[in-house]
Protein backbone atom coordinates (compact mmCIF):
# COMPACT_ATOMS: atom_id res chain seq x y z
CA UNK A 1 0.00 0.00 0.00
CA UNK A 2 1.55 3.35 -1.03
CA UNK A 3 2.25 5.94 1.61
CA UNK A 4 2.37 3.06 4.17
CA UNK A 5 5.39 1.66 5.69
CA UNK A 6 6.00 -1.19 7.73
CA UNK A 7 9.03 -0.75 10.14
CA UNK A 8 10.93 -3.14 11.91
CA UNK A 9 9.75 -3.42 15.83
CA UNK A 10 12.79 -3.38 17.80
CA UNK A 11 12.36 -2.23 21.30
CA UNK A 12 15.44 0.41 22.24
CA UNK A 13 15.64 1.15 18.58
CA UNK A 14 16.19 4.51 17.75
CA UNK A 15 14.97 5.72 14.47
CA UNK A 16 16.30 9.23 12.99
CA UNK A 17 14.26 11.32 11.37
CA UNK A 18 13.89 15.34 10.87
CA UNK A 19 10.97 17.76 11.27
CA UNK A 20 11.55 18.64 7.45
CA UNK A 21 11.06 22.57 8.56
CA UNK A 22 12.53 25.44 7.93
CA UNK A 23 14.89 25.57 11.23
CA UNK A 24 14.59 21.57 10.99
CA UNK A 25 15.28 19.19 14.10
CA UNK A 26 16.06 15.84 15.00
CA UNK A 27 13.30 13.31 15.20
CA UNK A 28 14.15 10.35 17.37
CA UNK A 29 11.58 7.72 17.77
CA UNK A 30 11.10 4.46 18.71
CA UNK A 31 10.09 2.20 22.00
CA UNK A 32 11.37 1.67 25.32
CA UNK A 33 14.34 3.72 24.02
CA UNK A 34 14.35 6.09 27.35
CA UNK A 35 18.02 4.53 28.45
CA UNK A 36 19.28 5.96 24.63
CA UNK A 37 17.99 9.80 25.66
CA UNK A 38 21.39 10.73 27.88
CA UNK A 39 23.45 10.00 24.87
CA UNK A 40 22.00 12.45 23.10
CA UNK A 41 21.98 14.91 25.66
CA UNK A 42 25.60 14.54 26.04
CA UNK A 43 26.04 15.95 22.32
CA UNK A 44 24.80 19.52 24.05
CA UNK A 45 26.70 21.73 26.37
CA UNK A 46 24.78 23.34 28.73
CA UNK A 47 24.67 24.52 32.46
CA UNK A 48 21.58 23.49 33.76
CA UNK A 49 18.70 21.47 33.24
CA UNK A 50 14.39 22.83 33.52
CA UNK A 51 12.21 19.76 33.28
CA UNK A 52 8.61 20.82 32.81
CA UNK A 53 5.50 18.49 33.23
CA UNK A 54 2.26 18.15 34.38
CA UNK A 55 2.08 16.56 37.92
CA UNK A 56 0.49 13.48 37.05
CA UNK A 57 2.59 12.65 34.17
CA UNK A 58 5.53 13.14 36.39
CA UNK A 59 4.49 10.23 38.90
CA UNK A 60 3.64 8.12 35.43
CA UNK A 61 6.52 8.58 33.41
CA UNK A 62 8.52 11.51 34.23
CA UNK A 63 10.17 10.66 37.19
CA UNK A 64 12.82 8.04 35.74
CA UNK A 65 13.91 10.04 33.48
CA UNK A 66 14.55 13.25 35.72
CA UNK A 67 16.50 11.06 38.10
CA UNK A 68 18.50 10.03 35.33
CA UNK A 69 19.54 13.50 34.36
CA UNK A 70 19.52 14.41 38.00
CA UNK A 71 22.43 11.87 38.63
CA UNK A 72 24.79 13.83 35.74
CA UNK A 73 23.72 17.23 35.57
CA UNK A 74 22.01 19.78 37.59
CA UNK A 75 18.26 19.72 36.89
CA UNK A 76 15.53 21.34 38.12
CA UNK A 77 11.93 20.43 38.30
CA UNK A 78 8.67 22.68 37.24
CA UNK A 79 5.14 21.57 37.11
CA UNK A 80 2.82 23.44 34.84
CA UNK A 81 -1.30 22.90 34.61
CA UNK A 82 -2.72 20.06 33.12
CA UNK A 83 -3.81 20.48 29.22
CA UNK A 84 -4.97 23.25 27.64
CA UNK A 85 -5.14 25.15 30.86
CA UNK A 86 -1.72 26.11 30.65
CA UNK A 87 -1.87 27.52 27.52
CA UNK A 88 -2.62 31.15 29.15
CA UNK A 89 -1.15 34.46 29.55
CA UNK A 90 -0.91 34.14 33.58
CA UNK A 91 0.70 30.57 33.35
CA UNK A 92 3.62 31.73 30.26
CA UNK A 93 4.20 34.95 32.95
CA UNK A 94 4.47 32.59 35.97
CA UNK A 95 6.15 30.46 34.69
CA UNK A 96 8.90 32.29 33.20
CA UNK A 97 9.16 34.50 35.95
CA UNK A 98 9.93 31.20 38.24
CA UNK A 99 12.51 29.76 35.57
CA UNK A 100 14.61 33.50 35.79
CA UNK A 101 14.29 33.32 40.31
CA UNK A 102 15.93 29.68 39.72
CA UNK A 103 18.94 30.88 37.99
CA UNK A 104 18.24 29.59 33.88
CA UNK A 105 20.46 31.34 31.54
CA UNK A 106 21.04 31.71 27.99
CA UNK A 107 22.96 28.49 28.32
CA UNK A 108 20.31 26.59 29.90
CA UNK A 109 18.10 23.95 28.09
CA UNK A 110 14.54 22.75 28.84
CA UNK A 111 12.47 20.03 28.81
CA UNK A 112 9.13 19.52 27.58
CA UNK A 113 7.74 15.67 29.15
CA UNK A 114 3.70 16.23 28.07
CA UNK A 115 0.89 16.30 25.83
CA UNK A 116 1.22 19.34 23.06
CA UNK A 117 -0.16 21.67 25.46
CA UNK A 118 3.20 21.53 27.67
CA UNK A 119 5.27 21.26 24.24
CA UNK A 120 3.38 24.28 23.29
CA UNK A 121 4.07 26.25 26.64
CA UNK A 122 7.61 25.59 26.94
CA UNK A 123 8.10 26.40 23.76
CA UNK A 124 6.72 29.49 24.01
CA UNK A 125 8.81 30.03 27.34
CA UNK A 126 12.11 28.85 25.48
CA UNK A 127 11.40 31.45 22.64
CA UNK A 128 10.81 34.03 25.45
CA UNK A 129 13.17 34.24 27.69
CA UNK A 130 16.23 35.82 26.84
CA UNK A 131 14.85 36.37 23.15
CA UNK A 132 15.40 32.33 22.73
CA UNK A 133 17.06 29.64 24.64
CA UNK A 134 17.28 26.13 23.63
CA UNK A 135 14.63 23.53 24.86
CA UNK A 136 13.71 19.66 23.83
CA UNK A 137 10.65 18.23 23.94
CA UNK A 138 9.28 14.53 24.69
CA UNK A 139 5.79 14.46 23.92
CA UNK A 140 3.68 11.67 25.75
CA UNK A 141 0.64 11.32 23.54
CA UNK A 142 -0.38 10.59 20.35
CA UNK A 143 -1.02 14.14 19.78
CA UNK A 144 2.15 15.39 20.96
CA UNK A 145 3.66 12.09 18.83
CA UNK A 146 2.61 12.52 15.80
CA UNK A 147 1.16 15.82 15.25
CA UNK A 148 2.18 18.97 17.59
CA UNK A 149 5.69 18.31 17.95
CA UNK A 150 6.00 18.40 13.62
CA UNK A 151 5.99 22.31 13.93
CA UNK A 152 8.11 24.99 14.80
CA UNK A 153 4.83 27.04 15.98
CA UNK A 154 4.64 27.61 19.68
CA UNK A 155 1.48 29.66 21.07
CA UNK A 156 -0.91 30.61 24.02
CA UNK A 157 -4.62 31.02 24.01
CA UNK A 158 -5.94 34.89 24.54
CA UNK A 159 -9.32 35.96 25.94
CA UNK A 160 -11.55 35.03 22.37
CA UNK A 161 -9.92 32.05 20.93
CA UNK A 162 -7.05 29.70 20.79
CA UNK A 163 -3.46 29.84 19.72
CA UNK A 164 -3.98 33.71 19.41
CA UNK A 165 -0.10 34.72 20.36
CA UNK A 166 2.54 32.57 20.10
CA UNK A 167 5.58 32.29 17.61
CA UNK A 168 8.22 29.60 15.86
CA UNK A 169 11.15 27.95 17.73
CA UNK A 170 12.45 24.61 17.21
CA UNK A 171 13.81 22.53 19.81
CA UNK A 172 17.12 20.70 19.49
CA UNK A 173 15.49 17.49 19.12
CA UNK A 174 12.36 15.68 19.85
CA UNK A 175 12.35 12.57 21.60
CA UNK A 176 9.51 9.92 20.64
CA UNK A 177 9.01 6.80 22.72
CA UNK A 178 5.74 4.93 22.00
CA UNK A 179 5.71 3.34 25.42
CA UNK A 180 4.51 6.88 26.97
CA UNK A 181 1.68 5.65 24.57
CA UNK A 182 0.61 2.85 26.19
CA UNK A 183 -1.21 4.26 29.63
CA UNK A 184 -2.74 7.52 27.55
CA UNK A 185 -6.79 8.04 28.07
CA UNK A 186 -8.12 6.54 25.21
CA UNK A 187 -10.23 9.99 24.50
CA UNK A 188 -6.88 11.64 24.08
CA UNK A 189 -5.19 8.77 21.62
CA UNK A 190 -8.45 9.46 19.41
CA UNK A 191 -7.91 13.33 19.34
CA UNK A 192 -4.25 12.60 17.95
CA UNK A 193 -5.10 9.66 15.69
CA UNK A 194 -8.13 12.03 13.95
CA UNK A 195 -5.27 14.62 13.22
CA UNK A 196 -3.90 10.94 10.87
CA UNK A 197 -7.32 11.00 9.36
CA UNK A 198 -7.18 14.63 8.74
CA UNK A 199 -3.75 14.08 6.66
CA UNK A 200 -5.38 11.40 4.67
CA UNK A 201 -8.37 13.59 3.35
CA UNK A 202 -5.93 16.18 2.62
CA UNK A 203 -3.21 14.75 1.15
CA UNK A 204 -3.17 10.80 0.65
CA UNK A 205 -6.62 8.83 -0.38
CA UNK A 206 -4.40 5.51 0.16
CA UNK A 207 -3.65 6.67 3.74
CA UNK A 208 -7.17 6.50 4.93
CA UNK A 209 -7.30 3.09 3.45
CA UNK A 210 -4.81 1.96 5.62
CA UNK A 211 -6.68 3.59 8.58
CA UNK A 212 -9.90 2.31 7.94
CA UNK A 213 -7.91 -0.80 8.25
CA UNK A 214 -6.19 -0.75 11.16
CA UNK A 215 -8.40 1.61 13.67
CA UNK A 216 -10.86 -0.01 15.58
CA UNK A 217 -13.38 1.58 18.20
CA UNK A 218 -12.02 0.73 21.21
CA UNK A 219 -8.68 2.50 19.83
CA UNK A 220 -6.65 -0.65 21.95
CA UNK A 221 -3.55 -1.69 20.03
CA UNK A 222 -0.47 -4.26 20.76
CA UNK A 223 2.59 -2.22 21.79
CA UNK A 224 3.61 -3.19 18.05
CA UNK A 225 0.43 -1.69 16.95
CA UNK A 226 0.77 1.82 18.27
CA UNK A 227 4.40 1.75 17.18
CA UNK A 228 3.32 1.42 13.33
CA UNK A 229 0.77 3.49 13.64
CA UNK A 230 2.12 6.62 15.43
CA UNK A 231 5.29 5.79 12.91
CA UNK A 232 2.83 6.14 9.49
CA UNK A 233 0.81 9.02 11.11
CA UNK A 234 4.14 11.18 11.65
CA UNK A 235 4.91 10.07 7.73
CA UNK A 236 1.79 11.14 6.36
CA UNK A 237 2.43 14.90 7.80
CA UNK A 238 6.40 14.64 7.19
CA UNK A 239 5.05 14.60 3.11
CA UNK A 240 3.24 17.70 3.28
CA UNK A 241 5.61 19.71 5.48
CA UNK A 242 8.73 18.07 3.00
CA UNK A 243 6.48 20.76 -0.05
CA UNK A 244 6.25 23.75 2.30
CA UNK A 245 9.09 23.88 5.19
CA UNK A 246 8.25 27.60 6.38
CA UNK A 247 4.81 26.37 7.81
CA UNK A 248 3.62 29.60 5.76
CA UNK A 249 2.04 27.91 2.24
CA UNK A 250 1.06 24.81 1.43
CA UNK A 251 1.03 23.46 4.89
CA UNK A 252 -2.16 25.73 5.64
CA UNK A 253 -3.90 22.53 4.61
CA UNK A 254 -3.24 21.10 7.45
CA UNK A 255 -5.66 22.99 8.85
CA UNK A 256 -8.77 21.79 7.49
CA UNK A 257 -11.80 21.17 9.90
CA UNK A 258 -9.70 23.56 12.36
CA UNK A 259 -11.28 26.45 11.50
CA UNK A 260 -14.76 25.12 12.64
CA UNK A 261 -12.88 23.02 14.95
CA UNK A 262 -10.98 25.57 17.09
CA UNK A 263 -14.31 27.56 17.58
CA UNK A 264 -16.16 24.68 18.58
CA UNK A 265 -13.41 23.63 21.18
CA UNK A 266 -13.68 27.30 22.70
CA UNK A 267 -16.91 27.37 22.94
CA UNK A 268 -17.72 23.94 24.09
CA UNK A 269 -14.47 22.70 25.97
CA UNK A 270 -14.21 19.58 23.98
CA UNK A 271 -10.64 18.08 23.55
CA UNK A 272 -9.31 18.98 20.24
CA UNK A 273 -9.43 15.87 18.56
CA UNK A 274 -13.26 16.00 18.86
CA UNK A 275 -13.56 19.50 17.80
CA UNK A 276 -12.14 18.70 15.43
CA UNK A 277 -14.11 15.42 14.21
CA UNK A 278 -16.98 18.10 14.44
CA UNK A 279 -15.27 20.54 12.47
CA UNK A 280 -14.12 17.71 9.50
CA UNK A 281 -17.29 16.91 8.87
CA UNK A 282 -19.04 19.98 8.79
CA UNK A 283 -16.20 21.33 5.83
CA UNK A 284 -17.35 18.07 4.31
CA UNK A 285 -21.10 18.93 4.22
CA UNK A 286 -19.78 22.75 3.28
CA UNK A 287 -17.68 21.39 0.53
CA UNK A 288 -20.76 19.27 -0.90
CA UNK A 289 -22.72 22.68 -0.93
CA UNK A 290 -20.11 24.08 -3.26
CA UNK A 291 -20.14 21.35 -5.84
CA UNK A 292 -16.66 20.27 -5.03
CA UNK A 293 -17.32 16.61 -3.26
CA UNK A 294 -19.57 13.77 -3.43
CA UNK A 295 -22.23 12.55 -1.20
CA UNK A 296 -20.23 9.58 -0.81
CA UNK A 297 -17.42 11.49 -0.01
CA UNK A 298 -19.19 13.16 2.93
CA UNK A 299 -20.15 9.60 3.90
CA UNK A 300 -16.58 8.56 4.54
CA UNK A 301 -15.99 11.25 6.51
CA UNK A 302 -18.54 10.01 8.85
CA UNK A 303 -17.91 6.56 8.07
CA UNK A 304 -14.14 6.80 9.71
CA UNK A 305 -14.64 9.23 12.20
CA UNK A 306 -17.68 7.35 13.84
CA UNK A 307 -17.40 4.05 13.03
CA UNK A 308 -13.73 3.47 12.49
CA UNK A 309 -12.53 5.63 15.38
CA UNK A 310 -15.33 5.96 17.64
CA UNK A 311 -15.96 9.81 17.87
CA UNK A 312 -19.79 9.74 17.80
CA UNK A 313 -21.20 11.72 20.77
CA UNK A 314 -23.47 14.19 20.63
CA UNK A 315 -22.98 17.70 19.12
CA UNK A 316 -22.58 19.82 22.04
CA UNK A 317 -26.68 21.42 22.30
CA UNK A 318 -25.37 25.06 23.65
CA UNK A 319 -23.24 25.58 20.48
CA UNK A 320 -25.94 27.51 17.47
CA UNK A 321 -24.78 28.79 14.49
CA UNK A 322 -24.94 32.19 15.26
CA UNK A 323 -22.07 31.35 18.53
CA UNK A 324 -20.37 28.82 16.27
CA UNK A 325 -20.04 31.95 13.34
CA UNK A 326 -19.10 34.71 16.31
CA UNK A 327 -16.49 32.63 17.39
CA UNK A 328 -14.86 31.98 13.78
CA UNK A 329 -14.36 35.53 13.32
CA UNK A 330 -11.63 35.51 16.09
CA UNK A 331 -9.80 32.60 14.19
CA UNK A 332 -5.90 32.68 13.51
CA UNK A 333 -5.93 32.04 9.76
CA UNK A 334 -8.01 34.93 8.93
CA UNK A 335 -6.93 37.65 6.36
CA UNK A 336 -9.96 40.29 6.94
CA UNK A 337 -13.00 39.97 8.89
CA UNK A 338 -14.23 36.55 7.13
CA UNK A 339 -12.90 33.21 8.35
CA UNK A 340 -11.59 31.38 5.75
CA UNK A 341 -11.43 27.67 5.07
CA UNK A 342 -9.38 24.90 3.94
CA UNK A 343 -11.71 22.78 1.69
CA UNK A 344 -11.40 19.43 -0.51
CA UNK A 345 -11.35 19.42 -4.36
CA UNK A 346 -11.97 15.79 -3.95
CA UNK A 347 -11.01 12.85 -1.09
CA UNK A 348 -6.77 13.25 -1.15
CA UNK A 349 -6.56 16.95 -2.77
CA UNK A 350 -7.36 20.52 -1.50
CA UNK A 351 -8.98 22.80 -3.45
CA UNK A 352 -7.18 26.11 -4.02
CA UNK A 353 -8.97 28.96 -5.86
CA UNK A 354 -7.42 31.67 -3.92
CA UNK A 355 -3.83 30.14 -4.49
CA UNK A 356 -3.15 29.76 -0.87
CA UNK A 357 -5.14 26.97 -0.39
CA UNK A 358 -7.36 29.48 1.98
CA UNK A 359 -11.15 29.52 0.94
CA UNK A 360 -13.52 32.73 1.59
CA UNK A 361 -17.34 31.43 1.89
CA UNK A 362 -20.44 33.95 1.25
CA UNK A 363 -21.97 33.90 5.20
CA UNK A 364 -25.22 32.65 4.22
CA UNK A 365 -23.77 29.54 2.52
CA UNK A 366 -22.05 29.15 5.77
CA UNK A 367 -25.08 29.56 7.81
CA UNK A 368 -27.12 27.48 5.81
CA UNK A 369 -24.53 24.63 5.71
CA UNK A 370 -24.08 24.83 9.60
CA UNK A 371 -28.27 25.17 10.38
CA UNK A 372 -28.33 21.97 8.17
CA UNK A 373 -25.72 20.08 10.55
CA UNK A 374 -26.97 21.29 13.86
CA UNK A 375 -30.20 20.57 12.94
CA UNK A 376 -29.44 16.88 11.50
CA UNK A 377 -27.07 16.53 14.89
CA UNK A 378 -29.92 17.57 17.27
CA UNK A 379 -32.27 14.78 14.70
CA UNK A 380 -29.74 12.23 15.22
CA UNK A 381 -29.50 12.51 18.78
CA UNK A 382 -33.33 12.50 19.36
CA UNK A 383 -33.13 9.30 17.69
CA UNK A 384 -30.34 7.78 19.65
CA UNK A 385 -31.97 9.14 22.78
CA UNK A 386 -35.35 7.38 21.84
CA UNK A 387 -33.72 4.28 21.43
CA UNK A 388 -31.68 4.06 24.77
CA UNK A 389 -35.02 4.49 26.24
Known amino acids: MTNVQNIEFIPGKVITLSTCLEKPSPFLFGFEIQD?????????????IFFLTEAHLFELYG????????????????????????????????????LIVKGVSKNSILIAFGGG???????????????????IEIPTSMTGQTDSTLSNKQAINGKTGKNHFGLYHAPIFIWVDTKY??????????????????????????????LEEVLNLEVKFTDEQLYQLAYNIILSKLRILKKDPGEKAYAIIL?????????????????????????????????????????????????????????????????????LIDAMIADNKKTGQAPRF??????????NPEGDYLVTVDKELLMKVIDNFIQKERQRNTISLRAEC
Open 117 to 135: AVGNIVGLVAGLIFRGIRF
Open 181 to 210: LKTEPLSSRRSGIIEGIKNGFISGASFLDY
Open 255 to 323: EYGHTFGHAIEWLEKVTHGEAVSYGMKIAAHLCLEMGLISQQDVKGHYYIIEEKLGFNNPFPTSITTEK
Open 342 to 351: VLLEKIGQCY
Open 36 to 48: KFLEELEKYSFDK
Open 63 to 98: KDLFNKISEKYSCQIQFVPIGEKCKHFPVLEETCEI
